[in-house]
């Protein structure tokens, strides 16, 4: 796979300058102001002709992987949906979408895991990267740059974002007590954790009530983020639609509020050394998630030189995450960034969990799926249709071997290339003359049938596009497959097998559905897509003839000559 890294550089520190203004904060009885709960509105994204006059690359993000343990399915599918996403920008011809993903290498659960290892922590992580990595590579995503957060310039970007903070008046230094979860990286209040009995050793230890992790006590000095200074503003942009699916958004809305705290954003060295030492204070170790979240602008060139955010990419237009982290990415990221005067992201899109037997895929319980196996046994392209076909953005989806069979027999198989078989053995040869008839107004007078098959035809391409630019790539493609099953039962009345050249409407029909339909998967399945495409002989010399443009009724004139037909999705060797 090609990688272009074109879109992101690294911009020198030279001609930055220290914001001078010191932003206002609101003091701690301010920050419990309690608002109604709101139903919030989803937003409405721009459409290809709107964002024509930006300037700024469209960026697509993956949340970056904890490198302590494999990746699993689940984060196959954060890959994927990024990646859709990314692709589907590229089919609408922003040809220089960007698209990050990478690896989140610092704090104590790395830490931990090295030293589990019997590891120096640089080599654990440099070895354990890779897999991440080869796991991108295998799912065949169009990433633009893989960021590890031990990179020097991340480390950079990192301590100039803090020196920021600091310099503007949010960082501050206070004693801190409260329960913290190694396996989240997180600080839990009180209320929110819960006594659990350990059913292997009989003993009880604390755990968060949300999550079910293990938490410790701590009590330490450390720096402060007055993230209590940003609730108004918080509200507000949530209120923009920032969040979605927008059930998300109104959890969001309705926890920020009943009031923030200020985040805690160190840890002493003594009990954290693996990570970014605080600029000044090497006794200091940066909190991970305050690390981890700068990757997306260290790859957009942060710190930026004055104007050039933009044109790198910065602002993020999506940032995809699952729903155990949207916290993190839609109260801490956008108030850090609120306190830097940066561009907040457009739209942090969460998704559910992958589960297997109703409980969540996750490495520290061990119930997972080698993404790797999954891809070698179905195909890839199989698997990025079945995840984004059955992956729930609300609420979670099982995950079971005989799902991905049932789907890819049905919908692929017989669906889709069962159609393109049939449709391009039908016409025995001469469906380069019927398109030719269907492209000029020869074809014979449509009857109702066609006319109604004709209009639906017509309108699938629009509404792809308008729930692809509403972040739902799963509505996208359960749309692309209600048209193969619409075509395959239009196909069937029309029986053109018993008369082709009267019949040859019908033909052509269901040759455009396929060329649209093809063109319109290539963001899920890009090999197989191009496969079909490759097969009905859309000229591939043409890259417009294979874009979103290209996908409208009668809009290609030469298809089609020597098309033959091939077996596109092979029978499944299925194990007893
Ligand atoms: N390192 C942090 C993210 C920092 S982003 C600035 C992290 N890493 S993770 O490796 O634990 O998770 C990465 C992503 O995988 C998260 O979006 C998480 O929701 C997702 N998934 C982890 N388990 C999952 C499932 N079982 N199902 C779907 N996604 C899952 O969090």
Known sequence: MAISRAGFRSVSWAGQFLASSRASWRCAPCRTTTRPATTIRPRRFATAAADSTSKK?????????????????????????????????????????????GTDEHGMKIQQAALAAEMDTQAFCDQNYKTFEALANAANMDYNYFIRTTEPAHKEAVQYFWEMLSHRGYIYTAKHEGWYSVSDETFYPQTQVQKSLDPETGHTKMVS???????????????????????????????????????????????????????????????????????GDNTQTVYVWLDALVNYLTKAGYPFAPGQGSSLGWPADVHVVGKDIVRFHSVYWPAFLMALDLPVPRNVLVHGHWTINREKMSKSTGNVVNPFFAINRFGVDSMRFFLIYQGALVGDADYDNAYIIRDYQKLLQKGLGNLAHRAIGCAKGNLRSYIENGTSGRLPAATLADEEYEAMLKEVPNKVAELMDNLNPRAALQEITSLVDQTNKYFHHAEPWKNPIDRQRSLYNVAESLRIASILLQPVMPTKANELLDMLQVDKTDPAKRKFAAARYGSDLDYGANAKKSVLFPPLIVES
């Open 57 to 101: 690359p469209y960026y697509v993000t993956t949340p970056i992987f904890y490198v302590n343990a494999a990746p699993h399915v689940g984060h196959l599918y954060t890959m994927v949906l990024a990646d859709v996403i990314k692709r589907w920008r590229t089919l609408i011809g922003d040809n220089d979408a960007q698209l990050l993903t």
């Open 209 to 279: 009530i949300e999550t079910g992790k293990e938490v410790e006590w701590s009590s330490e000095t450390n720096y402060h983020f007055r993230l209590s200074a940003f609730q108004e503003r918080l509200l507000d942009l949530y209120k923009t639609g920032f969040i979605t699916p927008s059930i998300y958004g109104t959890n969001v809305f309705n926890s920020v509020s009943e009031g923030l705290s200020d985040l805690s954003i160190s840890r002493p060295t003594e009990r954290l050394s693996w990570g970014i030492p605080v600029p």
